[in-house]
T-cell receptor, first 114, second 113 residues
Framework: SQTIHQWPATLVQPVGSPLSLECTVE??????LYWYRQAAGRGLQLLFY??????ISSEVPQNLSASRPQDRQFILSSKKLLLSDSGFYLC?????????????FGSGTQLSVL | AQSVTQLGSHVSVSEGALVLLRCNYS??????LFWYVQYPNQGLQLLLK??????LVKGINGFEAEFKKSETSFHLTKPSAHMSDAAEYFC???????????FGTGTRLTIIP
């Protein structure tokens, strides 16, 4: 069966520090991978998605970047965190279109930038 | 383009009462529609989905939703609320063949004992 791992679960970082959140998927090949951010009262915002190694689509301009060095690994990074980067970050995967009917989510990372 | 609007960021119902969470979508092509549930400090779980076929879809935990094309709606209902239903609920839309799932802003459901 497929599983998705996301870590760390919680993270407290000072403003201006770097960030690296990692997500890995097991039990499937060539998944679509996604990073979402959930901010209070703003629902889920799609940050990045990837349909293959090295292929990253950015949905919103921001202080973050994403990379996919391996088929089942998706990394969210920042060189210098801002206060506004605080939030709950969710990694997700799906099978490829057109049958990508649903997303499978990781357990999330609560990031607090102080 | 695709988008989702969830009316009501907070909904409170009494235990045993009807649950109704509203979702309207915008899509230039026939959509795939989803409801996800999120419990505190967890990821999202799929409740139910509509792709094609029967417009009334049943999901887990007694929830169901009806796709109404004329109203561009996909409201989530449950006949009798249970305390364990307290969570945040997200409606989402995806166009066929599109890689992206677009979520609404969520509705927090509170159950009153």
């Amino acid at each position: 069966s497929q599983t998705i791992h996301q870590w760390p679960a919680t993270l407290v970082q000072p403003v201006g520090s770097p960030l690296s959140l990692e997500c890995t998927v097991e039990g499937t090949s060539n998944p679509n991978l996604y990073w979402y951010r959930q901010a209070a009262g703003r629902g889920l915002q799609l940050l990045f998605y990837s349909v293959g190694i090295g292929q990253i689509s950015s949905e919103v301009p921001q202080n973050l970047s994403a990379s996919r060095p391996q088929d089942r690994q998706f990394i969210l990074s920042s060189k210098k965190l801002l206060l506004s980067d605080s939030g709950f970050y969710l990694c997700a995967w799906s099978v490829r279109a057109p049958t990508n009917e649903k997303l499978f989510f990781g357990s999330g990372t609560q990031l607090s930038v102080l | 383009a695709q988008s989702v609007t969830q009316l009501g960021s907070h909904v409170s119902v009494s235990e045993g009462a009807l649950v109704l969470l509203r979702c309207n979508y915008s899509s230039s092509v026939p959509p795939y529609l989803f409801w996800y549930v999120q419990y505190p400090n967890q990821g999202l779980q799929l409740l139910l989905k509509y792709t094609t076929g029967a417009t009334l879809v049943k999901g887990i935990n007694g929830f169901e939703a009806e796709f109404k094309k004329s109203e561009t709606s996909f409201h989530l209902t449950k006949p009798s609320a249970h305390m364990s239903d307290a969570a945040e609920y997200f409606c989402a839309v995806r166009n066929f063949g599109n890689e992206k799932l677009t979520f609404g802003t969520g509705t927090r459901l509170t159950i009153i004992p």
